[in-house]
Structures are given as C-alpha cells and as structure tokens.
C-alpha cells in the first residue's frame, strides 16, 4: 500500500501549480479571471485530479468547484478545506491555488493510502475571492456560509456582462445559492492555507505562520475644495490651497498608522483634478484604507484620522468632505483549530509564529458562521499579485504535512 507520506511532496504539488498556471485567458501571463473560459477549463482540469483522489465532485451554484471526500467509516462531521483559483490580471501561481493544491495533496495521500479520516473533507475551489472581473466580491465563498446576496447576481464586468449570465455560460447549475450553504451543526470548521503575501515569515525565516485573526478593513475618500489662484501672484499666507493640505493629511494618516503596531493605513490615490503647473490647487481627492486584526483598534485609528483631517482643513481654509465607502469587519481565527495547527508545526520540529493577515480570504465570509483557522507558507520577498510571487518546494511540503496532521488528529 503507497505510503501517504508521498504525496505531499512539494515538489509535486508545484508542478501541478505550473500546470494550473496554463489556464489563462491572457498567453503569456496568468489571467484568470471569475467565470471566465480558462477558469472553466482550469475547473474541468481540477475536477478530473479531485476525482482521481476518491472525491465526488460538482459545480455549485455560484461556479465553485466543490469536491468531498467521505469513505467509509468517517465520522459524521465534515471539515472544509479550500481557497480560490480566480486570479488578478498577470498574477502569481501561487495564490490561492496553493491552498487548492494542498488540500488536494492531502485527501490524495489518505485515499491512496488507504487511510480514513477522522472527519468528512470537503475541497472547495472558491471562483470569485479577487474581485477583478465584477464589482461585488466573495460571493461564491459568502454562498457556503449561509450569506448570498443576490444582488451580486446583476453585477455587471466592464464589458456589460451580467454575473447571471456568465454563471450560464460556465455551465453553473442553476440552483438557488441562498439554499447551499453549510449546517453549522454539521461542519466542523473552514481550514485555509495560504501564502503570506507579506514578509514577516520570511523575516522571521520561518517557513510557516499560525493566522491570528483576518485584518479588518475600512475604505474611503476624502474630497477637499480650497481656492484656485495664480501661481504668480496669489501670496502665499493667502492661499486655500487644497494639494498643500491634502498632502499634509496624507503625512498625517501615515504617522496614525504607524502608532500602532498592527495597525496599516495606505492612500493609495491622490488626484489634481483641474491642476495646472502654474495654478494653486483648489481641489484635491485621495483615498484612504485603514486595516486592523481588531476592530475597536482599527476604528479608533479611523476616528482619530477624521479628527486630524478636519483640523488640517481648517488650519489651511479648505472644506473637506470625509466619506467612508467600504468597511468589513475583522474575522479572528478559531484557537482551538489555530492551536491543533500549532501543535502540529511543532511536532515537525518547527518553530512558528502567530502573526494577522493584511488581506482578505474567503475564510472571511464565514465570520461567525463556522471556527476558521489559516496556515500561512513563507513567500519570498512578501512578493504577492505579481509574476514573481515565489513559495519554495520544501516549504509547500512542510504545509501539507502539516495539514495531514492536523486531519488525521482531530
């Protein structure tokens, strides 16, 4: 009988990554994006590797790939397993796929060898978590946990497409989505390995890292109207400069986020509309994103910004208007399932840490809903969303021996 062991090479699992790579809809660079033909194609190919693992297999209502395990002689209970094969346009091969091909390295050793888990598995390849292609995000992993909304259903991608339709055209059944979701009664929880996306494992050389809870988020904008003038001739203790206090708050957001350790907040846009080499400024725009493992720390940081926004407008004589435009809550991971994750790095003799995660996964969705827990793999350069996203073999092993563990004892 093969011993299990052998198929959590993770030598395997990175060619079987590469291969998955091939399915894009852009050659040469890997562009996958939710419900489109390569992620149909990309679906088919995982179906037929699930199946030859001992998976039944179907396509959810909401285009996800489920697969699930459950020989003779498991227990009762059924543990998720899962992440999202959609990508961002030219991604890395590695997010999100990872955690695909993990869970599938694992149910590939236990029916190989011949081994019953304690607990019925079920795979989910997870087809929308980027958020790329349509507006709305997380909707075929909100589904699983009992949360559709059936608004994301006429979402529209930027060529006028509906989500409804692209859903016919994947070949989705068509099933009501508010009807799959999974009996907290019967699930055990929702297990996700994932790369970091970060440095700090790398930092740290270590090669795996225990999630402590998903980051929170709150998104906004911050729309300033001061005076326009003449560069010339307008004096300087004059002016309602709107770029000069923009700038000034954006400094100011910067040293917020950096009072606190696990705090992170970013203005990723800052815009001139009108502006002209030879005009004082008198509108500006940028956003902001705020995010935090907990939510009273990150909202207290977004309290505290708004405060020093207003006090900069009118320290320069500007009018700003402060809007909050997205927000979801931190999603803390399960200590019992993080601690059995824990437990089993350590039986490997590796050392880890506990450590949040900065961005989203489908493990969000079931905040409340089911225990999540997350095992982070080591990439290098903290290097995510881009062509040289880079996790080495023997660290994807470790992950699935790892997950194997965790499995076999719970």
Same mark, same amino acid.
């Given at each position: 009988?093969?011993?299990?062991?052998?198929?959590?090479?993770?030598?395997?699992?990175?060619?079987?990554?590469?291969?998955?790579?091939?399915?894009?809809?852009? $050659?040469?660079?890997l562009?996958?994006?939710?419900?489109?033909?390569? *992620?149909?194609?990309?679906?088919?190919?995982?179906?037929?590797?699930?199946?030859a !693992?001992?998976?039944t297999? *179907?396509?959810?209502?909401?285009?996800?790939?489920?697969?699930?395990?459950?020989?003779?002689?498991c227990?009762?209970?059924?543990?998720?397993?899962?992440?999202?094969? %959609?990508t961002?346009?030219?991604?890395?091969?590695?997010d999100?796929?990872?955690?695909?091909?993990?869970?599938?390295?694992?149910?590939?050793?236990?029916?190989?060898?011949?081994?019953?888990?304690?607990?019925?598995?079920?795979?989910?390849?997870?087809?929308? +978590?980027?958020?790329?292609?349509f507006?709305?995000?997380?909707?075929?992993?909100?589904?699983?946990?009992?949360?559709?909304?059936p608004?994301?259903?006429?979402?529209l991608?930027?060529?006028?497409?509906?989500?409804?339709?692209?859903l016919?055209?994947?070949?989705?059944?068509?099933?009501?989505?508010?009807l799959?979701?999974?009996?907290?009664?019967?699930?055990?929880?929702?297990v996700?390995?994932h790369?970091?996306?970060?440095?700090?494992?790398?930092?740290?050389?270590?090669?795996?890292?225990?999630?402590?809870?998903i980051?929170?988020v709150?998104?906004?904008?911050?729309?300033?109207?001061? #005076?326009?003038g003449?560069?010339g001739?307008?004096?300087?203790?004059?002016?309602? %400069?709107?770029?000069?206090?923009?700038?000034?708050?954006v400094?100011?957001? +910067?040293?917020?986020?950096?009072?606190?350790?696990?705090?992170? $907040?970013?203005?990723?846009?800052?815009?001139?509309?009108?502006?002209?080499?030879?005009?004082?400024?008198?509108?500006?725009?940028?956003?902001?994103d705020?995010r935090?493992?907990? %939510?009273?720390l990150?909202q207290?940081?977004?309290?505290?910004?708004?405060?020093?926004?207003?006090?900069?407008?009118? !320290?320069?004589?500007?009018?700003?208007?402060?809007?909050?435009t997205?927000?979801?809550?931190?999603?803390p991971?399960?200590?019992?399932?993080?601690?059995?994750?824990?437990?089993?790095?350590?039986?490997?003799?590796?050392?880890?840490?506990r450590?949040?995660?900065?961005?989203?996964?489908?493990?969000?969705?079931?905040?409340?809903?089911?225990p #999540?827990?997350?095992?982070?793999?080591?990439?290098?350069?903290g290097?995510?969303?881009?062509?040289?996203?880079?996790?080495?073999?023997?660290?994807?092993?470790?992950?699935?021996?790892?997950?194997?563990?965790?499995?076999?004892?719970?």
């Amino acid at each position: 009988m093969t011993n299990p062991r052998n198929c959590l090479s993770g030598d395997v699992i990175e060619k079987r990554l590469r291969d998955l790579a091939g399915f894009t809809d852009i $050659a040469g660079q890997l562009t996958r994006l939710t419900l489109s033909p390569s *992620h149909k194609n990309a679906a088919e190919h995982l179906g037929k590797l699930f199946r030859a !693992a001992g998976m039944t297999t *179907h396509i959810d209502p909401l285009g996800s790939l489920v697969g699930r395990y459950a020989p003779e002689g498991c227990g009762p209970r059924t543990l998720l397993i899962g992440s999202h094969i %959609d990508t961002v346009r030219d991604a890395g091969i590695y997010d999100g796929n990872l955690g695909v091909m993990v869970g599938l390295s694992v149910i590939e050793a236990m029916h190989k060898g011949g081994v019953v888990p304690p607990v019925a598995i079920e795979l989910i390849a997870f087809s929308d +978590e980027e958020g790329v292609r349509f507006p709305s995000t997380l909707s075929a992993s909100k589904a699983l946990a009992g949360r559709f909304d059936p608004r994301c259903l006429d979402d529209l991608d930027e060529r006028g497409i509906r989500r409804r339709g692209s859903l016919i055209a994947f070949g989705a059944p068509a099933g009501d989505p508010a009807l799959i979701g999974r009996d907290p009664a019967t699930t055990l929880g929702y297990v996700e390995v994932h790369i970091e996306q970060g440095p700090v494992l790398e930092a740290a050389s270590l090669p795996l890292g225990i999630v402590t809870a998903i980051n929170g988020v709150t998104r906004g904008e911050v729309i300033l109207r001061g #005076v326009a003038g003449h560069a010339g001739t307008l004096p300087m203790a004059m002016r309602h %400069d709107a770029l000069t206090a923009a700038a000034e708050m954006v400094l100011s957001i +910067e040293e917020r986020g950096r009072a606190d350790k696990d705090l992170v $907040a970013t203005v990723g846009v800052l815009e001139v509309p009108g502006g002209a080499i030879n005009v004082v400024p008198g509108r500006a725009r940028f956003t902001f994103d705020v995010r935090a493992p907990s %939510d009273a720390l990150r909202q207290r940081a977004v309290s505290d910004i708004r405060v020093r926004i207003e006090r900069i407008a009118r !320290a320069r004589n500007v009018e700003a208007a402060f809007e909050i435009t997205h927000e979801a809550e931190a999603t803390p991971c399960d200590p019992r399932l993080s601690g059995a994750l824990e437990r089993h790095t350590f039986a490997l003799g590796l050392d880890t840490i506990r450590l949040p995660s900065g961005a989203g996964h489908d493990a969000m969705s079931f905040r409340g809903v089911l225990p #999540v827990a997350m095992l982070f793999v080591r990439c290098r350069g903290g290097i995510s969303h881009n062509p040289a996203e880079f996790a080495s073999e023997e660290d994807i092993g470790l992950s699935a021996r790892v997950l194997y563990d965790f499995v076999m004892g719970l």
